[in-house]
T-cell receptor
Framework: ETGVTQTPRHLVMGMTNKKSLKCEQH?????MYWYKQSAKKPLELMFV???????ENNSVPSRFSPECPNSSHLFLHLHTLQPEDSALYLCASSRGRTGGETQYFGPGTRLLVL | QKEVEQDPGPLSVPEGAIVSLNCTYS??????FMWYRQYSRKGPELLMYTYSSGNKEDGRFTAQVDKSSKYISLFIRDSQPSDSATYLCAMSAGNAGNMLTFGGGTRLMVKP
C-alpha cells in the first residue's frame, strides 16, 4: 500500500496493560514521526526522530515512550493509558527535516483503551 | 484561536460538481502548504504541495495559496464518488524542523 507500514492495525487494551506500536519505513528516509489523530481534532504531533535521535517531544505524557532503534523502525511503547488516549496513531517519515520535506504516512493503528 | 482553521463539513455534492475546500491560518511564517486526502480507516496521503503563493494544477486538482490573505484552497473539478474522503490542509514554516500544522479536515461526500 505505502512505503510506511504499521502494526498492529487495531489494538484494544486495558488501562493496566503494556503494549507497543510498531512502524517501519521502506523509503530510505532519515526522519520519522508519531502523530495522534482524535475524533474532531487536528493531527497532533507527538514525537520526531531524526537519524535515530529524538529531536521533538511535544509535551506528551510519560505513559507514551518512543524508541527508534534505527532509521527504518520506530516504536511507541504504551503503559497505564487512559480512555482519552483512544485514537488513531499515525507514523510518518520524510527524507530529512529541512523545511518543506514531504511526510509520508502509514495506515495507522486504531487504539481503544478500556 | 486555532493556528489553522478548516470547516469540518460534511460537504455533500453531486458527481461532476466543482468542489472548493479552504483553510485559513494565522501564522505568517508558513511557507509550505499541503493538501492530504484521508480515506476512512487509512492514513493521510499527499495530494498537492505548494511553496509560497500561487497556483498549482495536477489533473482535476488545483491548489491555490494567497499568503496576503492567509488563505489556501483546493479545487476539485469533475468530482467523482471516489473523491469522497476527508481532506486535510497542512502547512510548515520551513525553519522549525519540518513541523507540520494541520487543519481539522473537511469531510467530502460525492454522490453518484
Amino acid at each position: 500500500e505505502t512505503g510506511v507500514t504499521q502494526t498492529p492495525r487495531h489494538l484494544v487494551m486495558g488501562m493496566t496493560n503494556k503494549k507497543s506500536l510498531k512502524c517501519e519505513q521502506h523509503l530510505g528516509h532519515n526522519a520519522m514521526y508519531w502523530y495522534k489523530q482524535s475524533a474532531k481534532k487536528p493531527l497532533e504531533l507527538m514525537f520526531v526522530y531524526s537519524l535515530e535521535e529524538r529531536v521533538e517531544n511535544n509535551s506528551v505524557p510519560s505513559r507514551f515512550s518512543p524508541e527508534c532503534p534505527n532509521s527504518s523502525h520506530l516504536f511507541l511503547h504504551l503503559h497505564t493509558l487512559q480512555p482519552e488516549d483512544s485514537a488513531l496513531y499515525l507514523c510518518a517519515s520524510s527524507r530529512g527535516r529541512t523545511g518543506g520535506e514531504t511526510q509520508y504516512f502509514g495506515p495507522g493503528t486504531r487504539l481503544l483503551v478500556l | 484561536q486555532k493556528e489553522v482553521e478548516q470547516d469540518p463539513g460534511p460537504l455533500s455534492v453531486p458527481e461532476g460538481a466543482i468542489v472548493s475546500l479552504n483553510c485559513t491560518y494565522s501564522n505568517s511564517a508558513f511557507q509550505y502548504f499541503m493538501w492530504y486526502r484521508q480515506y476512512s480507516r487509512k492514513g493521510p496521503e499527499l495530494l498537492m504541495y505548494t511553496y509560497s503563493s500561487g497556483n498549482k494544477e495536477d489533473g482535476r486538482f488545483t491548489a491555490q495559496v494567497d499568503k496576503s490573505s492567509k488563505y489556501i484552497s483546493l479545487f476539485i473539478r469533475d468530482s467523482q464518488p471516489s473523491d469522497s474522503a476527508t481532506y486535510l490542509c497542512a502547512m510548515s514554516a520551513g525553519n522549525a524542523g519540518n513541523m507540520l500544522t494541520f487543519g481539522g479536515g473537511t469531510r467530502l461526500m460525492v454522490k453518484p
